[in-house]
């Protein structure tokens, strides 16, 4: 014969249930500390990925490929980096072509000059803005970050563009897809990125200070 | 411990409850109901079967969800030297939410489940209420809603060249669910929902 008078075992059933779900919340709580993917600081980079120019071909590139899972903080082999979004006719990015570069040769210890701390890798992210006249090209790419070609880029040919040629890497991002995930504001903005792929620093929730001026504060070295 | 031989702590209780859900089942239940009388009726063997299979789902969707966390302070659980790695699915941030609240699968898993395990547990306890069988139905429809969501899943997978071994474990927790449930629903409409034993029923 069926009842219909049990409410009560419905509510019991629920109660151990939400107790059952609430301890495996209180464990998860109590077992792990996880880290939320973005791009403020403390948080976890999202990917980098694209087609990449380093001075001699076009190749795969992804961040993770630079990243090491287990570095501790005070390990000085793990290699930083710094992420750089530009538009190859972004008027502020073409200005800051020099001090990147120096910063990039000095920090990464490839130019003569070599700063005592760790090493810290530049890669330049160059999208295409939705601007009219912000039309680029990889050939815009190359002739952006060699100063060669007959390209044209913010302000005048790419050739004149303030600083030696770069000899860090350079994505290809005409699609924004890297400049979307990274929620990027506007060009050029800098990411300092640990060895770990946690945020350290962004440009953009610092305005006063420098790229260069973050490494020294953060990675350490002397100045 | 193993990644994989993990695995095999949900996979055994797995197959104890997928078995007494089906008609082997019974066999099963006999042999245990020296111990347990009651498992002699075959709708105590379905709800045992179902009851354990959700658990198992539960438990390994909060396996995910710590799996997850983990590979999100930077660790490592899974191997991913072969096809099979669960660091590469919960790992990968454009794949391991769901595209429209941003939860972790885990998360959502364990509320599914939980709602699933609401369900049979109340069955189980009063199985002849008057709701017995809208809760088996609503069971049901529970479960195929999650049928779509694992073929998403799965295409992630598939985009990926990975697969998680947890999260496909929980996946086929699921499809068991919604077939013991399918199960109930039936004995429901063909008037076996009593505690009549294997051997009267056959009677």
Redesign the interface.
Known sequence: ????E?AD??T???I???A??FA?IM??AF???????GTKEGQ?A??LEGLSYNGTGWTEFSMDDWLV???TAGDTTGEWLVVEFIDTDCGFCWDAGSETGQAADYFSKTGAEKWDGPVVNFVANVGELNIPGHESSRDEIIAFRDKSGEETCAKGDCTNRPGNPHSFTYIDDLDLDNMDEWKVPGTPAYYLIQP???VAWVSSENPREKVGDAIIRIVGGEQ | MDANLILMLYVMPLLFGTVLLTPFGSALGDALSSKWPKLEIPRRQRLLGLNVVLLVG?AIS?HT??I???I?????VCSSATVFSCDDVLGN??YNTDPVFGLSWGMIG??AF?IL??LA??MS??P????AERYSKYGMYLTLLGLPVIGLLISYEVAMGKICQYCTTAHVANVIALFGFWTITRMHEHGNWNDDTTSEASA
């Open positions: 014969m069926k009842y219909d049990e075992i419905r019991d059933t629920a151990k249930i939400m059952l779900f495996s464990f998860l077992t792990t500390d996880p880290i939320a993917s976890r999202p990917a899972d287990n570095w770990d792929g946690i | 539960f909060v969800l710590w997850s966390n983990k999100s302070e930077g660790g490592s941030v454009a364990m509320v939980g395990m609401f547990n109340s306890k009063e002849d209420a008057l709701w």
